[in-house]
């Protein structure tokens, strides 16, 4: 069984940067990929940032070029490094891993609030 855990989240400034982690119990190498999800208040789930285990990666419209998802398989983790953090970026971010028999795996989240 995997389990994934979460840490990183917090207050931060408008314009400031975090850095959240994942740490799977367990290898992602059964993942065929793993990604970064967030619900803000009175809104929807949303994909914010993906990486394949080929290290493809896609971001939704609303982060690009400010945050940055990378994995160390070494160690089991997955990263999402968020800069230029804006109060439209509050939300709880979850991490989420694909296995290679479409199993779904969550965190069970940490929160992020963006303001000054």
């Known amino acids: 069984q995997v389990q994934l855990v979460e840490s990183g989240g917090g207050l931060v400034q408008p314009g400031g940067s975090l850095r959240l982690s994942c740490v799977a119990s367990g290898s992602i190498f059964r993942f065929v990929a793993t990604g970064w999800y967030r619900r803000a208040p009175g809104k929807q789930r949303e994909l914010v940032a993906l990486?394949?285990?080929?290290?493809?990666?896609n971001y939704v419209d609303s982060v690009k070029g400010r945050f940055t998802i990378s994995r160390d398989n070494a160690k089991n983790t997955v990263y999402l490094q968020m800069n230029s953090l804006q109060p439209e970026d509050t939300a709880v971010y979850y991490c989420h891993g694909l296995s290679t028999i479409s199993s779904h795996y969550w965190g069970q989240g940490t929160q992020v609030t963006v303001s000054s």
């Open positions: 990486i394949t285990d080929g290290g493809s990666t």
